[in-house]
C-alpha cells in the first residue's frame, strides 16, 4: 500500500465487504511473522482441497480479473463449479483480484466428469479474459 494508514483502511473496508456478505474469520497482517502465517495458510489450501477426495490431484487455475469484476467472476465460476457436480474449492486474494480454483480429478473419474472439469476451467478462462 501508499502508507500504513491506507493499507489499515483498506483492509477495514475488505472486512466489511466480507462481513456483508458472509465471509468470516477475516485476518490481514502488517507483520513478517503474521504474513508468514497467513502466506502458509495460503500454501495449504492445496492440501485442504485435495483431502476434499483422496486419491485425486488438483489442477490449480489462476486468474486476474479487474478488481471491480472479482466478485462477479468468482460468483459465475463458484455456480459453474456447483452445476457441473466438479468438485472445485475456490479461493482469492482479493486485493490483486486473483484468485484460483483448485479442480479435483481422480484416476477413475469416468469420462464424463473429466469431460465437465475441463468445460469448467475453460469457461473460467473465457469468463476472466472477458472481464
Do not use: K
Amino acid at each position: 500500500g501508499v502508507s500504513e494508514r491506507a493499507v489499515a483502511e483498506q483492509a477495514e473496508q475488505a472486512r466489511g465487504c466480507c462481513a456483508n456478505f458472509g465471509g468470516a474469520d477475516f485476518e490481514w497482517a502488517s507483520g513478517e511473522a503474521d504474513r508468514r502465517r497467513l502466506w502458509q495458510a495460503r500454501h495449504n489450501t492445496y492440501y485442504a482441497a485435495l483431502a476434499l477426495r483422496p486419491g485425486s490431484r488438483g489442477i490449480v487455475t489462476d486468474a486476474a480479473v479487474p478488481i471491480s469484476h472479482l466478485a462477479e467472476v468468482m460468483e459465475a465460476t463458484a455456480r459453474d463449479v456447483d452445476t457441473s457436480g466438479v468438485v472445485g474449492p475456490i479461493f482469492g486474494h482479493a486485493g490483486d483480484g486473483n484468485f484460483h480454483a483448485i479442480l479435483l480429478e481422480h484416476p477413475d473419474d469416468p469420462p464424463e466428469y473429466v469431460a465437465a472439469l475441463n468445460a469448467v476451467h475453460a469457461r473460467l478462462i473465457e469468463r476472466a479474459l472477458a472481464a
